[in-house]
């Protein structure tokens, strides 16, 4: 292989030209990162010559609470970047890890998180090099094109849609502030006693929907919103971000409404496959995974990745979870 060089990026004046077509990379998700509230984008870029031969985008956040009180840095990475055919993949992957992992280190990032990788044993090796450690997730995705999905759902999700109606719940998009704002409330109670949830500014979803790359579903019950989603469409596939809903009797039924609403709507879009983008952990008992497997979509297992900048915590949390 030939030599090549990586380099960051943090200003999108000093970006380059590069071909992407997976919206997670992007230049333009860097420029909307770049104006949100606490966050703040790297590109990690990869050179030969100078040819742009691979690059990955990631997001600094900073998190912080009240309640209970905390205040760090994470480094949050949602899949393994882009490349150039003809390119050693794995090689440029280690080289833009050691260098991002060494620039986040000093700016103090407390943590960092890989995601969504392509295959679940991508970069092990790498990975275990530079101090990540593994944790067992679960991953599960819908499948577009090759059936309805009226045809993939299981007897439970219809039983709730056919009550949801009944109880004159509706969902619709609805992509402007005064709803955003209203989802917000719900969302940020939803995730309140959740510290390793992360909700990014508005300001950043109201950049994704004039953009054309976002939609939220609100869910209504008596003109009242009870429940809504945040999905996001990139390669032809819809990714089910963030979903919430009040606590009340007829949570199972809202929320039901709601996820099917998005599902129905990535299929008259043309979408392959739906994701969804935080299942959690493969226990036994997972009733948030067994609700989003109703719809009959397909489970895999698979790894997100870790790193600690303190390294005795490092070594004792990857430990516990091995």
């Given at each position: ?20 077509n ?94 969504d ?27 577009l ?6 045809k ?22 609805t ?8 989802f ?20 950043l ?26 999905c ?13 809903s ?19 709507d ?16 493969p ?22 990745w ?17």
């Open positions: 292989m030939n030599k090549f060089s990586v380099t960051i990026i943090t200003k999108s004046e000093d970006l380059p030209q590069m071909e992407c997976n919206f997670f990379h992007s230049s333009e998700l860097f420029r909307m990162i770049e104006r949100t509230p606490g966050q703040w984008p790297y590109m990690v870029l990869a050179y030969d010559n100078s040819k742009v031969i691979a690059h990955m985008l990631v997001m600094l956040r900073r998190r912080g609470s009240l309640i209970p009180p905390y205040l760090f840095t994470q480094g949050r990475i949602y899949g393994e970047g882009m490349y150039v055919d003809g390119y050693d993949k794995e090689e440029l992957f280690g080289e833009m890890l050691r260098t991002i992992t060494k620039k986040l280190v000093r700016k103090l990032c407390l943590y960092i998180e890989f995601s990788l392509s295959t679940k044993m991508f970069g092990y090796e790498i990975f275990r090099d530079n101090g990540f450690f593994p944790v067992r997730w679960m991953a599960i995705h819908n499948s094109h090759s059936k309805e999905p009226e993939r759902l299981k007897d439970n999700a219809k039983k709730h849609l056919a009550h949801a109606v009944k109880s004159g719940i509706s969902t619709s998009v992509n402007d502030e005064k709803s955003l704002v209203a917000f409330k719900i969302l940020k109670t939803y995730v309140s006693l959740n510290i390793r949830r992360y909700i990014p500014d508005s300001s979803f109201l950049g994704l929907f004039d953009n054309g790359h976002c939609k939220l579903f609100t869910t209504k019950e008596k003109e009242k919103m009870t429940a809504g989603c945040i996001l469409y990139s390669e032809n596939n819809c990714y089910l971000w963030y979903l919430a009040k606590k009340n009797l007829h949570k199972k039924r809202t929320n039901t409404m709601t996820v099917w609403a998005a599902i129905k990535a299929y008259e879009m043309g979408c392959e496959h739906i994701y969804f983008l935080d299942v959690g952990l226990s036994k008992k997972n009733r948030f995974r067994n609700f989003i497997l109703s719809f009959g979509g397909k489970p895999v297992g698979t790894y997100r870790f790193r600690c900048s303190f390294k005795w915590v490092n070594k004792i949390v990857a430990w516990v979870v091995s």
